[in-house]
């Protein structure tokens, strides 16, 4: 079942809007994500230090995990939107 786009609820009442940026999930994914690539440049750039970690570059695969964290938060912002009435704020 397609989702309403019309801008009003499905009883015709008040327009509504996304939250957008406000929505919770864009601002995890986007710091998750911020996070994700400053830890994959370190594994990439940086000395990995494998010796304290058993062989295994830490930072690298911890960042991609991050990135891959980020992109389902962002992923699921973008398909399943939060609707905000316009008067929501008046309230």
Known sequence: MPENTTGRDSTGGARRHQAGAFDIRNIIGWLIGAYGVILVLMGLLADPETDKTGG???NLWAGLAMLVVS??????ARLRPVYVPDGAADD
């Open 56 to 58: 295994v570059n830490a």
């Open 71 to 76: 992109a389902v938060f962002l992923g699921w």
